[in-house]
Structure formats: C-alpha cells, structure tokens
C-alpha cells in the first residue's frame, strides 16, 4: 500500500517561493506507469492539478503556473518536490500530493493521496 506524505512551512510571505516535498512510502517513484502529481484547491474553490511528473522523470505543468512552477524529484530518498516562486495570496491553497496511472491533469484520475498541508501566503 503506498503512502504519500507533504512537507514544508504552511505560512510563506508574498513574493517568495513556495516548497513543499512528497514522501513517498510502499512503492518506488520510478516505477512503470505511475506518475506523480501536486494538486492544491484553494479556499471555496475546485481541486486543481499544477504538474506532475513521471516514472521517467518527464515533467508536465499547468499551462496558467508553468512560469513560477518546477517538479523535480530525488530518486535516493524516494521523494518528490514542488517549488513555486513569486507567490501571491492567490496562491493559498491546501497542497496535495498524488500518484495515478495516467499523466493526466484530471484530479480524479489520481487514486492514491497524501493528507494535504495548508500552505498560507501571507506577511
């Protein structure tokens, strides 16, 4: 059963990077065909994917925060982080990590869930 589980501040000041690290449990990042996703629904809002990146290590963006957005992964430690730069308040969301079978950015396509961290851009 893998187990999926964020990390990082929940409280980031406006104009600065947000980063956040999926550790990943019971199964290994680099295994066929599983890709790895960051999600986040901001408050009152939808659940939406912001990239993920596959078993190969290619990655996909969401086109609105591909400029501020990077997926990268560390296959030693069986992890995988997000990095967003320049936030706004906008950018305040519960951020979720996830796995699928499909490179999709379809948030129900993805079965498998870390609990979610609230991440705050606020001064």
């Not at 990590?97 to 869930?113: I, L, Q």
């Amino acid at each position: 059963q893998v187990q999926l589980q964020e990390s990082g501040p929940g409280l980031v000041k406006p104009s600065q990077t947000l980063s956040l690290t999926c550790t990943v449990s019971g199964g290994s990042i680099r295994i066929n065909p599983y890709y790895w996703a960051w999600l986040r629904q901001p408050p009152g809002k939808a659940r939406e994917w912001i990239g993920h990146i596959g078993y190969a290590g290619n990655v996909n963006y969401r086109p609105s925060l591909k400029s501020r957005t990077s997926i990268f992964r560390d296959v030693s430690k069986n992890q995988f982080s997000l990095q967003l730069s320049s936030v706004t308040p906008e950018d305040t969301a519960v951020y979720y990590c996830a796995r699928g079978n499909f490179g999709t950015s379809d948030p129900h396509e993805y079965n498998d869930w870390g609990q979610g961290i609230q991440v705050t851009v606020s001064s």
